[in-house]
């Protein structure tokens, strides 16, 4: 198991913006594709952004193409969610995932938008976007 730690999150009026950060531990971290999902009360947890382990290709859902951006730092362990342009619908709980290349192989694109991909999950961070 590696822990992933989710942090940034909180409440923002709509237009606003926020930066989500996920801090994972381990030396393999570098090798992990990286995703974020989110989740609202009632709903499927959802793809939203997703970034390859070098960080030179990255996803991201319709709903939110053009308003966040996806990047990593592999040498702090780090991935970060820049979100703007938030809408109320936005709100969700957020999570940090990691896929694992040890058990399954690299992903191919379509790989990177499915939750059952990913081997680690953090604990979610709360976005809470007010109209």
């Known amino acids: 198991q590696v822990p992933l730690v989710e942090s940034g999150g909180g409440l923002v009026q709509a237009g606003g913006s926020l930066r989500l950060s996920c801090a994972a531990s381990g030396r393999t971290f570098s090798s992990y594709a990286m995703g974020w999902f989110r989740q609202a009360p009632g709903m499927e947890r959802e793809f939203v952004a997703a970034?390859?382990?070098?960080?030179?290709?990255?996803y991201y859902a319709d709903s939110v193409k053009g308003r966040c951006t996806i990047s990593r730092d592999n040498a702090k362990g780090t991935v970060y969610l820049q979100m703007r342009s938030l809408k109320p619908e936005d709100t969700a709980v957020y999570y940090c995932?990691?896929?694992?290349?040890?058990?399954?192989?690299?992903?191919?694109?379509?790989?990177?938008?499915?939750?059952?991909?990913?081997?680690?999950w953090g604990q979610g961070t709360q976005v809470t976007v007010s109209s």
């Open positions: 995932a990691a896929h694992d290349p040890y058990y399954s192989g690299y992903l191919d694109p379509s790989g990177y938008l499915d939750p059952n991909e990913y081997t680690y």
């Open positions: 970034i390859s382990w070098s960080g030179g290709s990255t």
